[in-house]
Antibody, heavy 117, light 108 residues
């Protein structure tokens, strides 16, 4: 059974960089046809798509976050990562990683990231 | 019409039928998927490609589309169906995935 697990710093200071990693187990991140996503959810609010990396390496970002976000992959570790720079309180959210092939079929449990000094 | 629009809340009685809607450009909702999220848990995929269900999802959940509206119908409502429901789809014009604002379903 495929599993995804987010890890990274739970507390980030304003203006600094948020860094998270998603470790995939039970399947290969290089499997054809799948995309690997980051999605976030501010407390009490809805879901917001951040971006994804396709198995081929092609990357798409949410236009509203473009310029601040970088997604990368480490195939040797079966992981993909998120970096979001110049964070503010508005970036406080639960961050999820998810797999997608036409729809988001596997999700990590999510990790809460708080932006605060 | 930008994005996907969902009503904030729907309330129905036990064993009744609830229909949740998701409105947007017809070329976006055509490929909409539906997710269920219970408080404190990650979302779970219920339906994709408009009415395919992942293994293990009850037949009580069915999706459809008419024009620019995608719908999720839940029959025989159970207490565990009380949750937030999101629609999502790829928007080619934005080259981005978009989510509806979510509908909170209350089972009375």
């Amino acid at each position: 059974q495929l599993q995804l697990q987010e890890s990274g710093s739970g507390l980030v200071k304003p203006s600094q960089t948020l860094s998270l990693t998603c470790t995939v187990s039970g399947g290969s991140i290089s499997s054809g046809g799948y995309s690997w996503h980051w999605i976030r959810q501010p407390p009490g609010k809805g879901l917001e798509w951040i971006g994804y990396i396709y198995h081929s390496g092609r990357i798409y970002y949410n236009p509203s976050l473009k310029g601040r976000v970088t997604i990368s992959v480490d195939r040797s570790k079966n992981q993909f990562s998120l970096k979001l720079n110049s964070v503010t309180a508005a970036d406080t959210a639960v961050y999820y990683c998810a797999r997608e092939q036409d729809a988001f079929d596997f999700w990590g449990q999510g990790t809460m990231v708080t932006v605060s000094s | 019409q930008a994005g996907l629009t969902q009503p904030p809340s729907v309330s129905k009685g036990l064993r009744q039928t609830a229909t949740l809607t998701c409105t947007g450009n017809s070329n976006i909702v055509d490929g909409a998927c539906w997710l269920q999220q219970h408080q404190g848990h990650p979302p779970k995929l219920l339906s994709y490609r408009n009415n395919d269900r992942p293994s293990g999802i009850s037949e009580r959940f069915s999706a459809s589309r008419s024009g620019n509206t995608a719908s999720l119908t839940i029959t025989g409502l159970q207490p565990e169906d009380a949750a937030d429901y999101y629609c999502s789809a790829w928007d080619n014009s934005l080259s981005a995935w978009v989510f509806g604002g979510g509908t909170k379903l209350t089972v009375l």
